[in-house]
Every structure is written in C-alpha cells, then in structure tokens.
C-alpha cells in the first residue's frame, strides 16, 4: 500500500529537549516536505526536499532543521523545541513539484506538545 | 505572488442540502489547483485537482469543483450534503513553485 508513515503520532516533551519526527514514503516520490497546521493558519510549509541530499527552506524554518539522506526518508528535528512550536506537523511526498504531479500524499499527522 | 483565500472558516448545512466551499486564488501564472479533505484526527487526503483539461473536475465522493478563471475561483461542491462529509476542506495552489500554498481551511458541520 502507498503511503507516508510519521512516527510518532502523539508528542508531549519538555522545552529545549532535542526530538527527531521520522518520516517515511514507499512510491519513490522525489519530493517531500514538513508543513505545520494551527488553527486559523491553515498548512505551512517548514522545509522540503527536492531529491536526496537537496533541501531548502519554506515559509517558517525556523527552530527546525532536516536532513535527506535516503530518498525515503525525511525527519524533521527539533533541536531545542520551544512551546511555540506546539502544533500538528505532517509530512508529504509527491512524485514532482511545480506540475500537474504535485499531488501531495500525507502522513497521518504528528501532534506535538512543548511544555 | 501567488495566494489562495478560502471564503468561511466554517460552514454549516443540513444533511441533504447543497455544500459550496469558496476558493478564490491570485497567480501571474496557470494555476494548479486542488481541494484536500482532512477527517478528524486524519492526514489530508486529496479530494479532486485542476488539470486545465476540463474547467468542471469530479472527484471522489460526489464532490466536484468548477475552475473559473474569469472569477479567478475554484469552489467546491456537493449537491446533497450527507454525514459523513464533516471535515476540515482545505484549497491548495501549486505549480511555479516549490511547494503548495494552503487556504486556512473551511470546517464544514453537516446538521441532521
């Protein structure tokens, strides 16, 4: 079955304690990508990656770093998480960006809570 | 730059009645345009897309969604609302960027 996989699904942690959001898609989809959702704001992109070892910042990087080093795989880290990044964050993939294929297929959702 | 602006944070009709969700977007270039749904709980699942071959696009569970370039608009419909379409619909603009722009989501409560 196609899909993208985030783990996990539900995050409470402590502020400045470093977390890794994992994020994995099984159709070989060059491109992928972190949004945040908040209430009234819609989907946000944090980072995305057109190919392995190619990545680039979106509307709201910052605190948030990635790494692409397998074409599957796309975590997203925080490094000293602060309560304003409490939110839902989802991870999506898409054959292509900037075409009729930029179809994005989502993972489940990441509900992550800094206290 | 490009934008996408969806009309009513929430709408509520009765079960059986019309559904119409608003997107309106702003682009110097053709638009790729989509409708996502997001059931509680759920990631986004894409509903129907704008590939400019047909101006009226069908997509799954009855919804359909008609491109209007002269309105610059791509609502969403439904003739008759049913249970289960309660969810959060969100518009999407993609194409001449590297990422697709989001709508802040229409909630949509269906009453029995």
């Known amino acids: 079955e196609a899909q993208v996989t985030q783990n996990p699904r539900y995050l409470i942690t402590v502020t400045g304690k470093k977390l890794t959001v994992t994020c994995s898609q099984n159709?070989?989809?060059?491109?992928m990508s972190w949004y945040r959702q908040d209430p009234g704001l819609g989907l946000r992109q944090i980072y995305y990656?057109?190919?392995?070892?190619?990545?680039d910042k979106g509307d709201v990087p910052e605190g948030y770093k990635v790494s692409r080093k397998e074409k599957r795989n796309f975590p997203l880290i925080l490094e000293s998480p602060s309560p304003n990044q409490t939110s839902l964050y989802f991870c999506a993939s898409s054959l292509e960006q900037g075409t009729l294929n930029t179809e994005a297929f989502f993972g489940q959702g990441t509900r992550l809570t800094v206290v | 730059a490009q934008s996408v602006t969806q009309l009513g944070s929430h709408v509520s009709v009765s079960e059986g009645a019309l559904v119409l969700l608003r997107c309106n977007y702003s682009s110097s270039v053709p638009p790729y345009l989509f409708w996502y749904v997001q059931y509680p709980n759920q990631g986004l699942q894409l509903l129907l897309k704008?590939?400019?071959?047909?101006?009226l696009v069908k997509g799954i569970n009855g919804f359909e969604a008609e491109f209007k370039k002269s309105e610059t608009s791509f609502h969403l419909t439904k003739p008759s609302a049913h249970m289960s379409d309660a969810a959060e619909y969100f518009c999407?603009?993609?194409?001449?960027?590297?990422?697709?722009?989001f709508g802040t989501g229409t909630l949509l409560a269906v009453q029995p």
């Open positions: 704008y590939t400019s071959a047909a101006t």
């Open positions: 999407a603009f993609g194409g001449a960027t590297n990422k697709l722009i």
């Open positions: 990656s057109m190919n392995v070892e190619v990545t």
């Open positions: 159709m070989n989809h060059e491109y």
